[in-house]
């Protein structure tokens, strides 16, 4: 975080029991005004319960929430500066898009004229032609538009901190993609500080300042999309990024290993050493793997067979089989393409993989 | 969407129409029913009004001389006091059953289905049994003044035959008919919006105002319309509670059609009563557009 920025939410060894089960357990962190933070984690990691308490819908059962060094754990949602974007949306349907938009204003008691110059306003700025939908009917809006009305309506409650609740799940991958740039941009004109949860590391890599990875009621990593990118703490995290190859490895003196692939034993050499019997995972990136041709050397090199390859666009993907049962996936570039069902020689240099715990 | 559609043969005329016709062979028996059994007596009652006063024909030539007498007499009374009791009893139910609906669509999860039956087993028992019950319950050194007699040493007289012993019957009676519509109404209300309303910085009330109110608007509306029908034509509650203290028109009709033998007169004042009844109903109806508040239909 950039420590210079004074944090505008703090929050302090927070943990949410229901019962028995223990849903957050002992979670810190700050946010700083200003930045774009996202809590990522699979279903079942907290990460709901978490926002649902930034929120003030559940009070935290330990811990406390400071916003601008003042305790929150126990204002109501209604007298919180912070408001919240639904995962369903929650759009008033019964009233039109201008009405939803003005709705906090309503609340506030502002006048007719000004509510209305308002919702105008932020309509314009999402990039909803405000005469064609100001007195249109929510409920007859698509998707994206619902979406902007929902961030307009938000906004128009003048929040200090927004959050989100996936909200962009539920739509096609191109316009999801569209609304996370627009969603990106308009934190940055708006100078809001935006706090986003979403399932999807990829989503969340696209927009964040910050990235906190939430396992099990726990923060497993934090920090900018390109940290931990580049050195994820452990196996889950780097799971969690998307398609990477783990290796189980076992240590057997210095930088020797063995990598158990179901069958018989591969000898492989290691980027660091490690005491001989431990039990590590060996990162190798799909875009790290390359095909070595003969007299070429590599840092490792493994005997496999091509599987399938997959056109993604400007890349190929190849699933190659080193054992029976023991698939790696690998990118490379169009140009250099292979032939599947060849045997193939498969490396990579020792840089380019990290040894992680599981 | 791209892609060829599949082809549909073109369909025989008759195949075409069996559906229709089977709809029709299906909806027989009810649209007879419904014909013989609603529309014709009803219709027999419109035309018996114009009947000349205490005759049993229907085959004589119409006159208004029946409606002069409901204009000419305080017939109008035991119509306002119809309307005023239905009125005050729709209002009491809205009050008493929102909470409890509300109670009952989010809060309480198995007593809810508890509260459902046991408000559903009182319908097993006749009305006038269950008002019976009422009056042995407020008559003099009844369980009430009995109990309070005995217990505190109160002396208290019948506490029947007055009005508010009359709403209170209406209210106990038609209950069912405002709550279950109301649960119903109030699941409607999605939580995320009633969250979303809060957390843009409404207070309850607001809420409750501007966002649970309206949405459960259908409920509401079915509910006080059920209520407001039944218990405008309601009749043993003002006769055994109310010891004939107030004259509903129900009472009036009955009393035509009975003691008076006065049949073109009840026709009459049936027919007056449920024109004045359709009249308020497509009223309230025509106020609140269901189909705009379940937000199908866009605002004009």
Redesign the interface.
């Known amino acids: 975080m950039d420590e210079s920025a004074a944090p505008i939410l703090e929050v302090a060894n927070v943990t949410k029991r229901f019962g028995k089960f223990t849903a957050v357990n002992d979670v810190s962190f700050k946010i700083a005004d200003g930045e774009f933070f996202t809590l990522v984690g699979p279903s079942g990691s907290g990460k709901t319960t978490l926002l649902r308490m930034l929120?003030?819908?559940e009070k935290p059962t330990t811990g406390e929430l400071r916003l601008r060094g003042k305790i929150i754990n126990d204002l109501?949602?209604?007298l919180r500066p912070t408001?919240?974007v639904?995962?369903?949306l929650?759009?008033?349907?019964?009233m039109?898009v201008g009405k939803n938009v003005e709705?906090?204003l309503a609340?506030?008691g502002a006048r007719e004229s000004e509510r209305r110059t308002r919702a105008w306003e932020l309509l314009k700025l999402l990039h909803l032609d405000p005469n064609r939908y100001y007195?249109?009917?929510v409920?007859?809006c698509s998707g994206g538009e619902r979406q902007r009305v929902a961030l307009a309506?938000?906004l128009a409650?003048d929040p200090e901190i927004l959050f989100f609740d996936e909200p962009l799940s539920a739509l096609d991958a191109r316009l999801r993609k569209t609304l996370q740039k627009e969603l990106k941009d308009i934190q940055r004109s708006t100078k809001k500080t935006f706090c986003y949860v979403t399932h999807s590391l990829e989503e969340a890599m696209v927009m964040s300042d910050r990235v906190a990875i939430l396992r099990s009621g726990v923060i497993e990593q934090i920090g900018q999309p390109d940290e931990i990118y580049a050195s994820p703490k452990n196996a889950f995290v780097a799971e969690f990024m998307g398609e990477v190859n783990l290796l189980d490895i076992i240590a057997s003196g210095d930088t020797a290993a063995l990598w158990d692939t179901g069958r018989k034993p591969i000898s492989l050499t290691l980027p660091a050493p490690l005491e001989a019997g431990t039990k590590r995972k060996l990162l190798v990136r799909p875009e790290s793997l390359r095909f070595v041709s003969p007299g070429e050397t590599a840092g490792n090199t493994v005997p496999v067979r091509i599987l399938n390859q997959f056109s993604l666009g400007s890349r190929i993907q190849y699933h190659v089989e080193v054992t029976p049962g023991c698939t790696l996936t690998v990118e490379r570039l169009r140009e250099e393409r292979s032939a599947a069902g060849a045997d193939a020689v498969l490396g990579w240099d020792l840089a380019d993989s990290q040894i992680l715990e599981s | 969407m791209s892609g060829a559609l599949p082809v549909i043969p073109p369909k025989s005329r008759l195949l075409e129409r069996v559906p229709g016709l089977i709809g029709a062979l299906s909806a027989s028996p009810f649209a007879l029913l419904m014909l013989f059994g609603f529309v014709a007596p009803l219709l027999c009652v419109v035309w018996f009004g114009f009947m000349p006063s205490k005759t049993f024909s229907l085959l004589q030539a119409p006159t208004l001389e029946n409606y002069e007498t409901i204009f000419n007499q305080t017939y109008f009374k035991s119509i306002l006091w119809s309307l005023g009791l239905a009125s005050v009893t729709v209002l009491i139910l809205l009050v008493i059953c929102f909470p409890l609906a509300f109670a009952m669509a989010k809060i309480f999860k198995g007593v809810a289905s508890f509260i459902t039956y046991a408000i559903a087993t009182s319908l097993f028992v006749s009305e006038n049994i269950r008002l019976f019950g009422w009056v042995i319950g407020f008559m003099k050194n009844g369980v009430v003044g009995g109990t309070l007699a005995k217990v505190f040493d109160v002396q208290v007289d019948s506490l029947l035959y007055n009005i508010p012993v009359i709403i209170l019957g209406m209210v106990y009676v038609y209950l069912p008919f405002m709550l279950f519509p109301l649960v119903l109404g109030v699941k409607m209300v999605p939580d995320q919006v009633r969250e979303a309303a809060f957390d843009l910085g409404a207070s309850r009330w607001q809420v409750f105002k501007k966002i649970d109110l309206p949405l459960s608007m259908p409920g509401v509306m079915i509910g006080s319309l059920l209520v407001f029908v039944l218990s405008v034509g309601a009749i043993s509650e003002a006769k055994i509670l109310g010891g004939q203290k107030v004259v509903t028109i129900a009472s009036d009709i009955e009393s035509e059609f009975t003691y008076a033998q006065n049949w073109p007169l009840g026709s009459a004042l049936s027919t007056m009563f449920i024109a004045l009844t359709t009249v308020v109903v497509f009223f309230a109806l025509g106020r609140f557009d269901l189909e705009k508040l379940l937000g199908k239909k866009p605002a004009e």
């Open positions: 929120v003030g819908m109501a949602p209604n408001c919240m639904f995962q369903s929650a759009l008033f349907p019964h039109t709705f906090p609340i506030r007195d249109k009917n409920t007859q309506r938000a409650y």
